[in-house]
Protein backbone atom coordinates (compact mmCIF):
# COMPACT_ATOMS: atom_id res chain seq x y z
CA UNK A 1 0.00 0.00 0.00
CA UNK A 2 1.86 3.24 -1.39
CA UNK A 3 1.64 5.98 1.78
CA UNK A 4 0.45 9.30 1.61
CA UNK A 5 3.35 10.85 0.56
CA UNK A 6 4.40 8.23 -2.53
CA UNK A 7 0.50 9.36 -3.91
CA UNK A 8 1.01 12.72 -3.62
CA UNK A 9 4.55 12.17 -5.38
CA UNK A 10 3.12 10.05 -7.94
CA UNK A 11 0.15 12.46 -8.52
CA UNK A 12 2.72 15.09 -8.67
CA UNK A 13 4.76 13.39 -11.20
CA UNK A 14 1.51 12.45 -13.20
CA UNK A 15 0.60 15.82 -13.09
CA UNK A 16 4.08 17.29 -14.49
CA UNK A 17 4.33 14.52 -17.29
CA UNK A 18 1.01 15.56 -18.65
CA UNK A 19 1.51 19.43 -18.27
CA UNK A 20 5.23 19.06 -19.70
CA UNK A 21 3.05 16.85 -22.87
CA UNK A 22 0.57 19.62 -23.06
CA UNK A 23 3.66 22.46 -23.32
CA UNK A 24 5.04 19.77 -26.30
CA UNK A 25 2.01 19.81 -27.92
CA UNK A 26 1.44 23.61 -27.68
CA UNK A 27 4.63 23.71 -29.19
CA UNK A 28 4.09 21.62 -31.91
CA UNK A 29 0.98 23.53 -32.61
CA UNK A 30 2.27 26.90 -32.74
CA UNK A 31 5.49 25.63 -35.24
CA UNK A 32 2.83 24.39 -37.26
CA UNK A 33 0.41 27.63 -36.94
CA UNK A 34 3.55 29.40 -38.07
CA UNK A 35 4.43 27.59 -40.75
CA UNK A 36 0.87 27.69 -42.19
CA UNK A 37 1.21 31.34 -41.45
CA UNK A 38 4.32 31.56 -43.67
CA UNK A 39 3.16 29.56 -46.20
CA UNK A 40 0.32 31.99 -46.62
CA UNK A 41 2.53 34.53 -46.68
CA UNK A 42 4.37 33.69 -49.16
CA UNK A 43 1.90 31.28 -51.32
CA UNK A 44 -2.12 32.22 -51.32
CA UNK A 45 -4.05 28.64 -50.58
CA UNK A 46 -4.94 27.25 -54.12
CA UNK A 47 -8.61 28.47 -55.30
CA UNK A 48 -8.95 31.09 -52.67
CA UNK A 49 -9.65 34.84 -54.15
CA UNK A 50 -6.30 36.43 -53.36
CA UNK A 51 -4.60 33.44 -55.45
CA UNK A 52 -7.39 33.59 -58.41
CA UNK A 53 -6.39 37.53 -58.16
CA UNK A 54 -2.44 36.58 -58.33
CA UNK A 55 -3.42 34.23 -61.47
CA UNK A 56 -5.45 36.40 -63.38
CA UNK A 57 -2.36 39.41 -62.50
CA UNK A 58 -0.08 36.45 -63.86
CA UNK A 59 -1.99 36.20 -67.23
CA UNK A 60 -2.51 39.87 -67.45
CA UNK A 61 1.31 40.50 -67.35
CA UNK A 62 1.97 37.73 -69.99
CA UNK A 63 -0.45 39.41 -71.99
CA UNK A 64 0.75 42.78 -71.57
CA UNK A 65 4.11 41.54 -72.80
CA UNK A 66 3.21 39.92 -75.54
CA UNK A 67 1.36 43.24 -76.50
CA UNK A 68 4.40 45.24 -75.97
CA UNK A 69 6.42 42.22 -78.48
CA UNK A 70 3.88 43.14 -81.14
CA UNK A 71 3.19 46.77 -80.98
CA UNK A 72 6.48 47.97 -79.95
CA UNK A 73 9.88 48.11 -81.85
CA UNK A 74 12.56 45.87 -80.50
CA UNK A 75 14.90 48.82 -79.40
CA UNK A 76 12.51 50.07 -77.01
CA UNK A 77 10.06 47.38 -75.65
CA UNK A 78 12.25 47.89 -72.36
CA UNK A 79 11.76 51.64 -72.46
CA UNK A 80 10.88 53.82 -69.26
CA UNK A 81 10.17 57.00 -68.58
CA UNK A 82 10.51 59.49 -65.12
CA UNK A 83 9.14 62.75 -66.63
CA UNK A 84 5.93 63.00 -64.07
CA UNK A 85 4.47 65.39 -66.56
CA UNK A 86 4.37 62.39 -69.13
CA UNK A 87 3.40 59.79 -66.75
CA UNK A 88 0.59 61.80 -65.43
CA UNK A 89 -0.33 62.73 -69.53
CA UNK A 90 -0.73 58.56 -70.05
CA UNK A 91 -2.63 57.74 -67.48
CA UNK A 92 -5.47 59.86 -68.50
CA UNK A 93 -4.58 61.31 -71.85
CA UNK A 94 -5.99 63.12 -73.62
CA UNK A 95 -5.68 65.63 -76.66
CA UNK A 96 -2.31 66.28 -78.08
CA UNK A 97 0.91 65.29 -75.91
CA UNK A 98 3.97 67.40 -78.01
CA UNK A 99 7.47 66.48 -77.10
CA UNK A 100 10.13 68.37 -78.38
CA UNK A 101 13.96 68.94 -78.20
CA UNK A 102 16.93 68.61 -80.19
CA UNK A 103 18.43 65.61 -81.99
CA UNK A 104 19.03 62.72 -80.10
CA UNK A 105 17.63 63.75 -76.67
CA UNK A 106 15.22 61.13 -76.27
CA UNK A 107 11.76 61.94 -77.35
CA UNK A 108 11.53 58.82 -79.53
CA UNK A 109 12.91 56.59 -76.15
CA UNK A 110 10.14 58.74 -74.21
CA UNK A 111 7.11 58.36 -76.57
CA UNK A 112 7.59 54.48 -76.77
CA UNK A 113 7.88 54.39 -73.04
CA UNK A 114 4.73 55.84 -72.37
CA UNK A 115 3.24 53.45 -74.97
CA UNK A 116 4.50 50.37 -73.04
CA UNK A 117 2.39 52.26 -69.67
CA UNK A 118 -0.64 52.72 -72.10
CA UNK A 119 -0.68 49.03 -73.65
CA UNK A 120 -1.58 47.70 -69.81
CA UNK A 121 -5.18 47.98 -70.69
CA UNK A 122 -4.47 45.03 -72.58
CA UNK A 123 -6.95 46.32 -75.93
CA UNK A 124 -4.77 45.10 -78.91
CA UNK A 125 -6.41 47.43 -80.96
CA UNK A 126 -5.66 50.28 -77.77
CA UNK A 127 -2.48 52.18 -80.06
CA UNK A 128 -1.13 52.44 -83.57
CA UNK A 129 1.86 54.75 -84.94
CA UNK A 130 5.25 54.63 -85.28
CA UNK A 131 7.16 57.33 -87.22
CA UNK A 132 5.48 60.00 -89.43
CA UNK A 133 7.84 59.01 -92.36
CA UNK A 134 7.28 55.03 -92.71
CA UNK A 135 3.55 55.52 -91.00
CA UNK A 136 2.25 57.95 -93.80
CA UNK A 137 3.94 55.84 -96.60
CA UNK A 138 1.83 52.83 -95.69
CA UNK A 139 -1.07 54.88 -96.47
CA UNK A 140 -0.60 55.50 -99.79
CA UNK A 141 -2.75 54.52 -102.57
CA UNK A 142 -1.93 50.70 -103.90
CA UNK A 143 0.04 49.97 -100.54
CA UNK A 144 -2.82 49.21 -98.12
CA UNK A 145 -3.30 45.01 -97.32
CA UNK A 146 -5.74 42.60 -97.52
CA UNK A 147 -6.91 40.94 -94.06
CA UNK A 148 -7.38 37.12 -94.58
CA UNK A 149 -11.07 37.00 -95.90
CA UNK A 150 -9.58 39.68 -99.04
CA UNK A 151 -11.19 42.38 -97.18
CA UNK A 152 -9.13 45.60 -97.80
CA UNK A 153 -7.82 47.59 -94.55
CA UNK A 154 -7.19 50.98 -94.28
CA UNK A 155 -4.90 52.28 -91.79
CA UNK A 156 -5.91 55.90 -92.02
CA UNK A 157 -9.46 54.90 -90.81
CA UNK A 158 -7.11 52.53 -87.79
CA UNK A 159 -5.26 55.67 -87.54
CA UNK A 160 -8.86 57.67 -86.84
CA UNK A 161 -10.07 55.33 -84.40
CA UNK A 162 -6.83 53.66 -82.56
CA UNK A 163 -7.35 54.73 -79.19
CA UNK A 164 -3.95 56.22 -78.60
CA UNK A 165 -1.82 57.56 -82.00
CA UNK A 166 1.66 58.26 -81.70
CA UNK A 167 3.41 59.95 -84.12
CA UNK A 168 6.68 60.36 -84.04
CA UNK A 169 9.63 62.53 -85.60
CA UNK A 170 7.71 64.96 -87.42
CA UNK A 171 9.87 67.25 -88.91
CA UNK A 172 12.75 64.87 -90.03
CA UNK A 173 11.25 64.68 -93.51
CA UNK A 174 9.95 67.07 -96.32
CA UNK A 175 6.17 66.02 -96.37
CA UNK A 176 4.50 66.77 -99.59
CA UNK A 177 0.71 67.90 -100.35
CA UNK A 178 -0.54 64.16 -99.99
CA UNK A 179 1.19 63.80 -96.65
CA UNK A 180 0.19 67.07 -95.32
CA UNK A 181 -3.31 66.48 -96.43
CA UNK A 182 -3.38 62.90 -95.14
CA UNK A 183 -1.64 63.91 -91.98
CA UNK A 184 -4.73 66.63 -91.23
CA UNK A 185 -7.36 64.54 -91.97
CA UNK A 186 -5.95 62.03 -89.26
CA UNK A 187 -5.40 64.77 -86.78
CA UNK A 188 -9.14 66.90 -87.40
CA UNK A 189 -10.51 63.65 -87.09
CA UNK A 190 -9.10 62.71 -83.87
CA UNK A 191 -9.50 66.54 -82.37
CA UNK A 192 -13.32 65.83 -82.64
CA UNK A 193 -13.55 62.74 -81.78
CA UNK A 194 -11.75 63.46 -78.40
CA UNK A 195 -8.76 60.73 -79.17
CA UNK A 196 -5.16 61.85 -77.50
CA UNK A 197 -2.04 61.25 -79.88
CA UNK A 198 1.48 62.05 -78.78
CA UNK A 199 3.77 63.41 -80.80
CA UNK A 200 7.31 64.13 -81.03
CA UNK A 201 9.27 66.71 -83.27
CA UNK A 202 12.76 68.29 -83.31
CA UNK A 203 10.65 71.59 -83.56
CA UNK A 204 9.65 73.82 -81.26
CA UNK A 205 5.95 74.78 -81.09
CA UNK A 206 6.00 78.08 -82.84
CA UNK A 207 6.69 79.39 -86.83
CA UNK A 208 9.10 76.32 -87.20
CA UNK A 209 6.31 74.01 -86.81
CA UNK A 210 3.57 76.33 -88.88
CA UNK A 211 6.45 76.55 -91.72
CA UNK A 212 6.76 72.80 -91.94
CA UNK A 213 3.16 71.52 -91.40
CA UNK A 214 0.83 74.70 -92.13
CA UNK A 215 -1.54 76.58 -90.20
CA UNK A 216 -4.27 73.94 -90.25
CA UNK A 217 -2.41 70.99 -88.78
CA UNK A 218 -0.34 73.35 -86.50
CA UNK A 219 -3.60 74.78 -84.59
CA UNK A 220 -4.90 71.35 -84.48
CA UNK A 221 -1.49 70.20 -82.63
CA UNK A 222 -1.51 73.39 -80.07
CA UNK A 223 -5.27 73.20 -79.29
CA UNK A 224 -5.35 71.41 -75.55
CA UNK A 225 -2.00 70.73 -75.73
CA UNK A 226 0.40 69.18 -72.99
CA UNK A 227 3.86 70.33 -73.92
CA UNK A 228 7.34 68.57 -72.88
CA UNK A 229 10.61 70.02 -73.69
CA UNK A 230 13.32 67.69 -73.64
CA UNK A 231 17.40 68.86 -73.58
CA UNK A 232 20.42 67.40 -73.20
CA UNK A 233 23.39 65.61 -75.37
CA UNK A 234 22.81 63.88 -78.56
CA UNK A 235 22.86 60.49 -77.27
CA UNK A 236 23.61 58.47 -80.16
CA UNK A 237 26.95 60.48 -80.59
CA UNK A 238 29.69 58.22 -79.20
Known sequence: MLSNNETMNESTELKIGSDA??????????????????????????????????????????TWRKLVSTKVPPRYQAAETDNSVALDWIR???????????TGTGKTHMSW????????????????????????DQMKPGRIPNDKLGTQLDP???????????????????LTDWTLETLFNILDSRYNRLLPTI?????????????????RIASRMA????????????????
Open 92 to 102: DPKGVLYIYGP
Open 156 to 174: QVKAIQTRLLLLDDIGSTR
Open 113 to 136: ALVREHLRILDPWAFMGGSVASFL
Open 223 to 238: EDATLISVVGEDRRRP
Open 21 to 62: RMENIKARLSISSSNETMNEGTEPKHGSEAWLQKQQAEIDEA
Open 199 to 215: ISSNLMPGDDLVDLVGD
